[in-house]
């Protein structure tokens, strides 16, 4: 979890100052270190400000009162952030906000959140997750400003108790200078290579992916297919491999570095996103900002980056067979490439470059800190 | 431990069955096997590394008992590291005490050849040690590894089962994974005749000494009475029932399953679908009956006692068990003892459980229209529903029963100890494995 806290200056002109990212964890069992270092903050706040204290001692006792362990570690995680006097705070995840909460009266100041995507996609529907589904609507009537990646992400967090008018959206976005097409000419080739990045899990959909090259192998089409990531599914991913023997035609390349896979993509002809679920693929963005067409299941806000026949192709979720279909319409067509891979250059260029996204993160720290954001619509 | 002596080795009926956990819900072959064989006049015992107190109470004949718990051997924990280290000369003093001449024996003939790796081996095997048996069982591939000396060592024959995971996971970057089984075990056991074929992929000779067992349930507990298969199904008043139960993992393909209800909808068939198990994959289901829009008539039941299950299978018309991978799967037995049509994939061992056109359908993994398709034919005709279920019931009683499977054993484990080296592929089970193929017709 990281929380991004904006340094306590007074007046924020112009841009803003030293932002300090801190990573919220707070282990089960902790260190030596860890305890002593809790304990010197303990002690700091007892002195320099005890009414903060008590304030999170109440806090930790009223979120759990069942047991004095879990009352103790709530103490210990919001002690050390309650020294600290932001302007404003933002948490990159929901389930941060969440926890803490209590947290936002004490330092009194406007709380962003963002919602990117499976905490508000996925996790609410799991059976047993009603104290969270709370969370979310307590959290989203407390703060300042929701972002969102996607049009489709402010839609659905709306079913739990967003405010539209302070939602915001700001999509994800890429360096184009470094996830640029290749300068290189490609070296024709009969190979018809794809590519996929990102973390082996179910939400991904490999199996729907693996189904969909197993079909073009079948059709003929001499395919082979990059894997970039890791994850819990790494298993799911081999033995499907094995059993639609695809072993010579699918690549599993695990984690790569950024340069690494910067080479992959320029040198591949299709980008495929098999996704059950999504907020807006980072993946998809750094593929079309290296000119590829892309191949996605439309799930998220996925058709707000791709537009169907223009940057490539959006296919139904769990169909393989029209992810096949997308795939062999590009294999075929060499000219339908360049042409979707230039738009998707162009794209990312217009709307999902990162000098545009912090141009926009700017505005809506400004709005926040001016309060306009209570009062004003809401703004792209 | 029981005091094992040489004379009762010599009395030559002392077998040990090894396996992780005992007792476990997920795994009643072994608990009926233990209480089958015992009957059959075997001095049985287990050799786990666990044993959870709350399970013993979900196994109340294993519980009414005498002398069940004086059976089962608990090893010592091996982590934290620090503990076994710490145990390491009680457990010395225990096993000395025990089994003075196997102890001393066993250090001796370990030293040799292991050096000081004696100690953490000593550790592990100091269970069966204490036990000294004519015969061990690794009841799983994976938990033979690293475990073959004590064929010589302790002077005890080694069978080992393969059950799917083992051969079809476990290790398989590893073209020599299981090469000291092959080379040593006494015999392999394996659940049927799609594992003995991927075994030989995985390197074990064509000529390994082997019996094909297939699981076997018990078919006075799995019954279903005189319930009739008469009602048409798929109408809002009457939707069809559908069932499955097994681990929330991706290897049971429940995702199909949904998407194929899914279908369902679209047609206008209406149904009501159970899914009985717990696992990690509940996520990933929970969100797939959201986003195919069947979240009403899509129940996740969470895990379910042996009664209850039956219960579920005597409420339901059809079970579905869309597996990706699946060794043989006891949960279709069961469905079949309890005169359930079946539709299941063609995954590993389930062609070899269910007989397509018979006792139910068995359709292409990864197809939720193939499923749909045959969920559909089902929800309209109750008379095939029955022919099926009757079938099925028929078909587990010839081929899947615990006393069939029990007598199997007791035949293996007698030929192992023989030690015939004419015989290449005992022949216990090539009769009853025949039947597999071919139900008979005889009456249940």
Aim: charge should be positive.
């Amino acid at each position: 979890m990281t929380m991004v806290v904006l340094a306590p200056r007074t007046r924020l002109t112009g841009g803003l100052d030293t932002v300090r990212v801190l990573r919220l964890s707070h282990p089960e069992d902790p260190s030596a270190l860890q305890v002593a270092q809790f304990a010197k903050d303990l002690i700091a706040l007892l002195f320099t400000n005890p009414d903060r204290l008590g304030k999170i001692v109440a806090a930790a006792r009223a979120q759990s009162c069942s047991s004095l362990k879990a009352a103790f570690g709530c103490v210990r995680a919001y002690t050390p952030l309650a020294a600290l006097r932001p302007d404003i705070v933002h948490f990159e995840w929901n389930s941060a906000a969440i926890d803490y909460l209590p947290m936002f009266d004490i330092w009194d100041c406007p709380v962003v959140v963002s919602c990117r995507g499976s905490q508000i996609n996925v996790r609410p529907h799991v059976p047993g997750n009603d104290k969270f589904i709370e969370g979310l609507n307590s959290t989203f009537r407390r703060v300042a400003a929701v972002h969102c990646v996607s049009e489709k992400i402010l839609q659905e967090a709306q079913e739990y108790g967003l405010n539209p008018a302070l939602g915001k959206i700001i999509y994800p976005a890429v360096d184009p200078e470094r996830f640029r097409p290749s300068d290189a000419p490609r070296t024709s080739d009969d190979t018809f290579r794809i590519v996929t990045t990102g973390s082996l899990a179910w939400v991904k959909g490999y199996e729907y992916a693996l189904q969909a090259i197993r079909s073009l192998v079948d059709n003929g089409i001499a395919v082979h297919f990059d894997v970039v990531g890791d994850g819990v599914e790494f298993q799911r991913v081999l033995y499907t491999i094995h059993d639609l023997e695809l072993e010579k035609r699918v690549k599993l390349h695990g984690r790569l570095a950024p340069d690494e896979v910067i080479h992959l993509l320029q040198r591949a002809d299709a980008f495929l996103l098999s996704s059950v679920s999504e907020g807006l693929s980072n993946a998809v963005l750094e593929a079309m900002a290296c000119g590829l067409p892309i191949v996605t299941s439309d799930c998220g806000g996925m058709n707000e980056a791709v537009t169907d026949g223009i940057e490539g192709f959006l296919t139904p979720v769990r169909d393989p067979r029209a992810m096949a279909d997308a795939l062999g319409k590009l294999a075929s067509n060499s000219e339908l490439r360049r042409k979707m891979g230039s738009s998707c250059r162009t794209r990312i260029l217009q709307e999902f470059s990162l000098d545009r996204q912090i141009e926009q993160w700017l505005r809506l720290y400004h709005a926040v800190l001016e309060g306009a954001l209570q009062k004003g619509p809401q703004a792209k | 431990m029981a005091s094992p002596g040489d004379s009762q080795k010599e009395a030559g009926m002392r077998l040990v069955l090894v396996v992780p956990a005992f007792p476990k819900l997920s795994e009643t072959f072994i608990v009926s096997k233990f209480l089958g064989l015992l009957e059959k006049g075997w001095d049985v015992h287990i050799a786990c590394d666990a044993s959870d107190p709350s399970e013993w109470k979900k196994f109340s004949d294993l519980v009414s008992r005498p002398g069940i718990r004086a059976r089962v051997h608990c090893g010592w924990p091996h982590r934290p590291r620090w503990l076994a280290l710490v145990l390491l000369p009680v457990l010395f003093v225990k096993s000395l005490l025990i089994n003075r001449r196997g102890t001393v024996r066993y250090l001796k003939q370990c030293w040799s050849r292991f050096g000081f790796d004696t100690l953490r081996r000593f550790y592990l095997d100091a269970n069966l040690l204490g036990l000294n048996p004519n015969v061990t069982h690794f009841e799983f591939g994976t938990l033979a590894l690293g475990r073959m000396h004590l064929k010589e060592i302790i002077d005890s024959k080694v069978v080992v089962s393969f059950r799917g995971y083992d051969l079809n996971f476990a290790g398989l970057e590893n073209p020599t994974y299981y090469q000291e089984v092959w080379d040593r075990a006494d015999a392999l056991h394996l659940l049927g005749d799609d594992l003995w074929r991927r075994a030989q992929r995985r390197g074990c000779p064509a000529d390994k000494v082997h019996a094909l067992i297939p699981p076997a349930i018990d078919v006075q507990f799995f019954v279903s009475g005189d319930r009739r298969h008469t009602e048409t199904t798929g109408a809002p008043e009457r939707p069809l029932r559908i069932l499955s139960v097994g681990r929330l993992e991706w290897k049971k393909g429940y995702e199909y399953a949904i998407s194929a209800v899914r279908i369902l909808r679209q047609q206008g068939v209406n149904f009501e679908y159970r899914i009985v198990g717990d696992g990690g994959f509940l996520e990933a289901l929970a969100f797939a009956r959201h986003q195919m829009g069947v979240k009403k008539a899509v129940h996740l039941l969470g895990a379910r006692s042996r009664p209850e299950v039956r219960a579920e299978m005597l409420w339901a018309d059809v079970f579905l068990h869309p597996a990706v991978s699946e060794g043989f799967c006891n949960a279709v037995l069961e469905a079949q003892s309890m005169a359930l049509p079946v539709v299941c994939s063609d995954a590993d061992g389930l062609t070899e459980n269910v007989v397509n056109g018979e006792t139910g359908f068995v359709v292409p993994r990864r197809n939720a229209q193939a499923i749909a398709e045959k969920l559909i034919l089902l929800a309209s005709n109750p008379a095939v529903r029955q022919r099926m279920g009757l079938a099925g019931r028929q078909r587990v009683i010839t081929c899947f029963q615990l006393i069939d499977q029990i007598s199997a054993f007791d035949r293996l484990y007698r030929q192992v100890l023989q030690n015939d080296p004419g015989k290449k592929d005992i022949d216990s089970q090539d009769h009853l494995f025949r039947n597999l193929t071919r139900p008979s017709s005889a009456s249940p």
